[in-house]
């Protein structure tokens, strides 16, 4: 089973429109959660970590389910320039504190 | 400003050659990470280190290997390079922090072909 799964999509949203994204991880014992960007050919960059109680920026909100392993990334008033690939991190002491991607889930605004 | 470089970026090279990519930081982090990226499995670990001298294995470490001389650079050799090992390259760094894990920071990437 992998630590970190994600739907791949792609999501196709029109602008404006909200969209939500879920995540799962296996192991119980992790404690540090984070949403990467990556746009095409380019780096992953640090978009949000993700918080106990939930954490919002901008138009960006995150949120964690301990009980049931999923974190969760909620996009509201989507622009084009939120089209990109979004990837889910999780990382646990009991695993050294690697971190483990998802294979990301993949956003297109459409105008 | 500080950044994290990483050259070359693409490189094409044979069957069994040796290859070095270089990953550079000048944010003076004690953690830097390599991993590859390929389609359908997320960025996965190859090695790690924790500051000058420690090196890891990461999860998918065989036929390659990092030293560790200084804070800022950790080169990722491909002792003999195979097509298994084409792939996108990403080098990564973060701080050091207690009890959990620090934002990490990728390189732009390293796209290798090997024929």
């Known amino acids: 089973r992998k630590e970190v799964e994600q739907d791949p999509g792609p999501f196709n949203v029109p602008e404006g429109a909200t969209v939500a994204f879920n995540c799962t991880y296996s192991?119980?014992?992790?404690?540090?959660f984070f949403w990467y960007r990556q746009d095409c050919r380019k780096e992953p960059k640090l978009l949000m970590s993700?918080?106990?109680s939930g954490n919002e920026d901008g138009r960006f909100t995150a949120q964690l389910n301990r009980a049931s392993q999923y974190i969760s990334l909620l996009i509201r008033d989507s622009k084009l320039s939120d089209s990109a690939t979004y990837l889910c991190?999780?990382?646990?002491?009991?695993?050294?504190?690697?971190?483990?991607f998802g294979t990301g889930t993949s956003l297109t605004v459409i105008p | 400003d500080a950044e994290i470089t990483q050259s070359p970026r693409h490189k094409i090279t044979e069957t069994g050659r040796q290859v070095t990519l270089a990953c550079h930081q000048t944010?003076?982090?004690?953690?830097m990470f390599w991993y590859r990226q390929d389609l359908g499995h997320g960025l996965r670990l190859i090695h790690y280190?924790?500051?000058?001298?420690?090196?890891n294995k990461g999860e998918v470490s065989d036929g390659y290997s990092v030293s560790r001389s200084n804070t800022e650079d950790l080169p990722l050799t491909l002792e003999s390079a195979a097509s298994s090992q084409t792939s996108v390259y990403f080098c990564?760094?973060?701080?050091?922090?207690?009890?959990?894990?620090?934002?990490?920071?990728f390189g732009p990437g390293t796209r290798l072909l090997v024929l």
């Open positions: 192991n119980s014992a992790s404690q540090s």
């Open positions: 990564a760094s973060s701080e050091s922090r207690a009890g959990g894990q620090e934002t990490q920071y």
């Open positions: 991190v999780v990382a646990a002491v009991n695993t050294g504190n690697q971190f483990y």
């Open positions: 944010w003076n982090h004690n953690n």
């Open positions: 280190s924790y500051g000058v001298q420690d090196t």
């Open positions: 993700v918080y106990s």
